[in-house]
């Protein structure tokens, strides 16, 4: 049998904060547009070389590492009662484009060194410890967020939908993974599924990408519920034509329908009610995207979401009424109006907040309850498993822009408090 393990050695041990800012700095070189910014979409080259980075690190750590059939990423350290649901921390290192270094990949290299934390200072877990990579959390590439968490947390839909999914230049799912080198298993998605129970805990360590952790010099952030989040695409086709000599009561410019739905979207998430609703028209397209031919079809992406899953619903209710109302009177046709996802809040554990407090409290460091307004891949976790999050501060709230950054000694903080967490969770 093992002694109780003291903690407190725990709550010495440093972080290798150089070597911790080395593979953040390195891993933002494998991107697809120049520094600062970060482009990384899934399967892409540079997604598979990220990938491979990932790994070795994994493998130095003494993790052993496994990948399922769309490339979620698993790297374990076995506890002495491995028969016991492990514990698992990750995110994700794919980045939308022209975005930010930090995204993501904080939890993702932080829980690897957090595992290298536990190993120096003589841990043992009892539960064994899982970092997992999670496979697209961005939507940028096939338009669904988290793709690879919604499969662990067994998407049926999502398994069906992928068999017929393409990108914008029409290369399927199936082969954009067979590039990255997933080949095996696809015929059959549900081999992702994991079943409700695997793990104990998951807990994801993540950046803010909101300002109020800095603005109250507060080091943690103690997630207690994830927003709810929603994404439409909708199309309209006119019959464009010449822009000069189609004069205006002939016209039904698709464009103009697209640009009344945007602001239709502002109206409707600001008479919500709630300073908490928010929407954004992210994607506008206009075909064929000449000056001087009036648009004969528009393409519209739109991101809504509230913690309040009831009000964020009235919202999508009321666009689908707007844009059916809009092709109406502008006589464009509605060629689609699609709800890609729809998806309910998730509340953190108990378990685990509490167990993260008090790892705060130990560590001596400020902390407060929040909610977190972006999605991550712990609202699916949370699915299988309790889930939790642990914030560090960000400049400004900066995300999804070049300007994204997080100081080495909030990325610290952080990294121990996962640290001490796994360890309580793990000996739970
Ligand atoms: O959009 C989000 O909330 C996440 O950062 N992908
Ligand atoms: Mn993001
Ligand atoms: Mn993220
Ligand atoms: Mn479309």
New binding site residues.
Partial sequence: IHEPQSQDSLLSLSVDSESLQKQIDELSTLSDTPAPSVTRILYSEKDVLARRFIKNLMGLSGLSVREDAVGNIFGRWDGYEPELAPVSTGS?IDA?PYSGKY??VIGVLGAIEAINVLKESGFKPKRSLEVIMFTS???TRFGI??LGSRLLAGSKELAELLERTVDSQNISFFDAAKFAGYANHLEDLTSVFLKKGSYSAFIELHIE?GPILEEEATSIGVVTAIAA?ASIKVDFEGNGGHAGAVLMPMRNDAGLAAAELALAVEKFVLESGSIDTVGTVGILELHPGAINSIPSKSHLEI?T?DIDEKRRNVVIEKIHQSALSISENRGVKLSEFKIVNQDPPALSEDLITMATESACQELNLTYKKMIS????DSLFMARISPMGMIFIPCYKGY??KPEEFAAIEDIVNGVRVLALTLAKLSLA
């Fill in positions: 994700h939308i995204d993501g959390e961005e939507p967020s988290c990408q989040p991101d979401r307004r972006a999605y991550h995300s999804h």
